[in-house]
């Protein structure tokens, strides 16, 4: 168990170009000691959850599908337990998502989402932490 337990988990459909929807994810390792040099870039993803760096063992981004498919297809793609698929769905239709092409989900129950949560993030809404598989 523990903080790695935790998914946070992201859904909704974009139509970005794999490498456009991939570049929000790119982090900069361009400049020596990373994150302490004044030029170190935040990427898109980190400046959305209010990190300078995260993980990339504990994320997991799913190549877009071409068309938007069921909800329980797209979940299938995920790290989350089986048993959480309903509350993910019952906060998909409040936000309106009948059907999706994209899901993304970082592992760490430690983070926190800043709130007031972002309209979108890379075009996919923040759905909240739920049980990993």
């Known amino acids: 168990m523990g903080k790695y337990n935790k998914i946070h988990v992201w859904i909704g459909t974009t139509f970005k170009e794999e490498e456009e929807y991939q570049k929000y994810f790119k982090l900069d ?14 990427c898109e993803f980190c400046k959305d959850i209010g990190e300078v760096w995260y993980d990339q ?16 297809e797209i979940l299938e793609e995920s790290s989350t337990d089986q048993e959480e ?17 994209a899901i993304f989900w970082y592992a ?7 709130k007031p949560y972002k309209e979108e993030y890379n075009d996919l809404k923040y759905i909240g932490m739920y049980e990993g598989d």
Do not use: M, Q
């Open 29 to 42: 390792y361009s400049t020596e000691g990373h994150f302490e040099s004044p030029n170190y870039k935040l």
């Open 57 to 72: 063992d504990f994320i997991g981004i799913i190549p877009r599908f071409d068309e938007e498919v069921s909800l329980d």
């Open 85 to 101: 698929w309903d509350k993910i769905k019952n906060v998909c239709n409040e936000y309106g998502i009948e059907k999706a092409n």
């Open 108 to 114: 760490d129950g430690d983070l926190v989402v800043p």
